[in-house]
């Protein structure tokens, strides 16, 4: 069992940054990738950014120059800073964690972002 702890997010003027952070813990040999996803009212859930161990980093269209994503800690945490952010960045951001052995995948609680003008 992997439980994933979020901390950061709140409300924050168009233009500002905000840094997110999830950190794994719990009985687990390997973390394979770990991401953020985001859900706005109304929307479905998106991927925004995503780390395999290996490095490989994916940004959404819209977040890329803007969000950088970073692994640290055994590659246990996972840290999401946000720069320039817009209005349309607000929602509620998800950590996510995949293992292969076995494999399966886990979800942090969500945190609020609240982007306004």
Same mark, same amino acid.
């Given at each position: 069992?992997?439980?994933? *702890?979020?901390?950061?997010?709140?409300?924050?003027?168009?233009?500002?940054?905000?840094?997110?952070?999830?950190?794994?813990?719990?009985?687990?040999?390997?973390?394979?990738?770990?991401?953020?996803?985001?859900?706005?009212?109304? *929307?479905?859930?998106?991927?925004?950014?995503?780390?395999?161990?290996?490095?490989?980093?994916?940004?959404?269209?819209?977040? *890329?120059?803007?969000?950088?994503?970073?692994?640290?800690?055994?590659?246990?945490?996972?840290?999401?800073?946000?720069?320039?952010?817009?209005?349309?960045?607000?929602?509620? @951001?998800?950590?996510?964690?995949?293992?292969?052995?076995?494999?399966?995948? @886990?979800?942090?609680?969500?945190?609020?972002?609240?982007? @306004?003008?």
């Amino acid at each position: 069992q992997v439980l994933l *702890k979020e901390s950061g997010g709140g409300l924050v003027q168009a233009g500002g940054s905000l840094t997110l952070s999830c950190t794994a813990s719990g009985t687990f040999f390997s973390i394979n990738t770990m991401a953020w996803y985001r859900q706005a009212p109304g *929307k479905q859930r998106e991927l925004v950014a995503s780390q395999g161990t290996g490095g490989a980093i994916t940004y959404a269209d819209s977040v *890329k120059n803007r969000f950088t994503i970073s692994r640290y800690g055994a590659k246990d945490t996972v840290t999401l800073h946000m720069n320039s952010l817009k209005i349309e960045d607000t929602g509620v @951001y998800y950590c996510y964690a995949q293992l292969i052995a076995p494999i399966s995948t @886990y979800w942090g609680q969500g945190s609020q972002v609240t982007v @306004y003008a």
